[in-house]
């Protein structure tokens, strides 16, 4: 399906890696209009986004993954699109996967790109976190979720327009996922490569405490089970 698609492209200290990720997009999505957000980074991260992206947010001191997302999901909704594309500026997500990803709303209502997290360049403390992470979602929401960290993630806009997530930092993504399943969106998700570049801003301590906070939060989810809804033939209902 020919579908209007936003890229939401939070970055934050991101000027080393993010131009080659934008010019990714560009090859593989021609057609998308992409939002950058300049999580306010201390580099040239927000100049750089203003001459490649077609949209870009400034925010002026640093709020987190969460509150960038949620920004670009409003810059998102004021346009005519039918579906979403998020995707880190980091450099360890593959533009070349963003049609699969968008391909898959066809039939579910968010596709998650997901890495095989069973190699060996993904350093084991990594690999047992994302398990245990991704193993607590999907009990807690029902969703098929396999890798409940990445960020690489295709969503439908009648998702966006009533999912309302809480959270401003990386527990963002998992109280989105978790509320989604519980709504009865439906989840799959999409094999991507495996990219480990710089070291993530996710700060082991703090930022996994507000994750578990999150899945703590939605314990009740664990007994009950949610109906699943048709998916629709258009991007928009």
């Avoid at 403390?125 to 098929?144: E, F, I, P, W």
Wanted: net charge positive; charged share 25%.
């Amino acid at each position: 399906m020919n579908r209007s698609v936003v890229v939401v492209f939070p970055a934050f200290n991101a000027e080393k890696t993010l131009s080659p990720v934008v010019k990714g997009l560009r090859q593989s999505l021609p057609g998308a209009f992409i939002v950058g957000i300049n999580d306010g980074s201390a580099d040239g991260t927000g100049a750089l986004l203003r001459s490649v992206c077609d949209r870009a947010i400034e925010f002026p001191a640093n709020r987190g993954k969460g509150a960038a997302l949620r920004a670009g999901f409003a810059a998102a909704l004021e346009r005519d699109c039918d579906a979403v594309l998020t995707i880190d500026s980091d450099g360890q997500h593959d533009p070349a996967f963003a049609p699969s990803i968008l391909s898959a709303l066809d039939q579910y209502h968010i596709a998650i790109g997901t890495r095989d997290l069973t190699q060996e360049q993904v350093p084991k403390h990594r690999r047992v976190a994302n398990y245990l992470s991704s193993a607590a979602t999907r009990l807690v929401s029902g969703g098929a979720v396999n890798d409940s960290q990445s960020g690489y993630r295709g969503i439908r806009r009648e998702v966006l327009e009533e999912v309302k997530a809480e959270g401003d930092r990386y527990e963002f993504e998992t109280d989105f996922i978790i509320r989604a399943a519980h709504a009865g969106f439906t989840i799959t998700n999409v094999p991507i490569s495996t990219i480990y570049g710089p070291a993530s801003y996710f700060r082991e301590f703090r930022d996994a405490m507000r994750v578990i906070g999150t899945l703590w939060a939605h314990r009740s989810g664990v007994f009950h089970k949610y109906k699943p809804r048709a998916v629709t033939t258009a991007g928009k209902n």
